[in-house]
């Protein structure tokens, strides 16, 4: 398996531009995490999917953070508009059923000026 | 609500000798997972140990171990001859095996290992 896959790897926007973060978790996997990761804040958890449904969201920052999960396969991760304080780096992890390590891609590595 | 606390932000190793990465959790669940990943300066994040919380004798990977006391709601890792290429950011995690099982991270401990 590929593991899984984050894209883009790098994203520079200007403020106010929407910014959309991909990953496609691994195959079998029904857990899906977002982090957030910046030297200040660590490891922030933003939102949980199991089964493709949300099931906590509370580590979402604000009203312009959204994420979908329209599939098993595939989950996307929108900021819109964007600010220079959403500069981090998103990673997207994935676990199969029970209690078992998470995965993670790559991260996308966001800077916004 | 679950809480992960690593206390050391920053340790030093001489190579070849061992060290212990300590980690303090608090939750009202009693069937949990604990988890240690260890991020290099490259950025990705690597999963090393798991420690289940009814196993019975603890978690060993390689040079990797989990010092794993129940009472003390404490999950140490141990890393034995350490190597260069230990140097890095390590992170403890934990995740409930309840319906919304979400996995939680402490602050992490930079470990530098010195030759």
């Known amino acids: 398996d590929a593991g899984v896959i984050q894209s883009p790897r790098h994203e520079v926007t200007e403020m106010g531009q929407e910014v959309t973060l991909r990953c496609k978790p691994i195959?079998?996997?029904?857990?899906l995490f977002w982090y957030r990761q910046t030297m200040m804040r660590g490891l922030e958890l933003l939102i949980y999917?199991?089964?493709?449904?949300?099931?906590?969201d509370s580590g979402m920052p604000e009203d312009r953070f959204s994420a979908k999960m329209p599939n098993a396969s595939f989950s996307t991760l929108k900021i819109q508009p964007s600010e220079p304080r959403d500069s981090a780096v998103y990673f997207c992890?994935?676990?199969?059923?029970?209690?078992?390590?998470?995965?993670f891609g790559q991260g996308t590595r966001l800077t916004v000026v | 609500a679950q809480k992960i606390t690593q206390t050391q932000p920053g340790m030093f190793v001489q190579e070849k000798e061992a060290v212990t990465l300590d980690c303090t959790y608090d939750t009202s669940d009693p069937s949990y997972g604990l988890f240690w990943y260890k991020q290099p300066s490259s950025g990705e994040m690597i999963f090393l140990i798991y420690q289940g919380s009814y196993d019975q004798q603890n978690a060993t990977e390689g040079r990797y171990s989990l010092n794993f006391q129940k009472a003390r709601k404490s999950a140490n890792l141990v890393i034995s001859a350490s190597q260069l290429g230990d140097s890095a950011m390590y992170f403890c995690?934990?995740?409930?095996?309840?319906?919304?099982?979400?996995?939680?991270f402490g602050g992490g401990t930079r470990l530098m290992v010195k030759p």
């Open positions: 992890a994935s676990s199969a059923p029970g209690n078992t390590e998470a995965f």
């Open positions: 195959s079998g996997h029904n857990s």
């Open positions: 999917f199991n089964n493709n449904v949300p099931i906590d």
């Open positions: 995690a934990m995740r409930p095996y309840n319906a919304g099982n979400m996995l939680t």
